[in-house]
């Protein structure tokens, strides 16, 4: 499935929107649904986990883990 510059666009916006809040508690548990979500839709955690593995090893320093 490919997507139009302006779907990007738009998807991007919806993806600041949702995590673009000053309660960090709530920017964690927003971005933990996201996560539930696209793994759910993908239908392959192991991608997922993959993908953000990726990002995640580009983080500097390291992202601490939040969610005991």
């Known amino acids: 499935m490919s997507f ?3 779907q990007l666009d738009d998807l991007l916006e919806d993806l600041i929107a949702l995590t673009n809040i000053p309660d960090s ?3 964690v ?3 933990s649904q996201l996560c ?3 793994i759910e839709q993908i239908d392959d955690s192991e991608k997922v986990r993959a993908a953000l593995a990726q990002l995640l090893s580009g983080c ?3 992202p601490a883990r ?3």
């Open 4 to 6: 139009s510059q302006q």
């Open 25 to 27: 508690q709530e920017q």
């Open 29 to 31: 548990q927003r971005l």
């Open 36 to 38: 539930l979500l696209l």
């Open 66 to 68: 939040l969610i005991p």
């Open 60 to 62: 500097q320093p390291n």
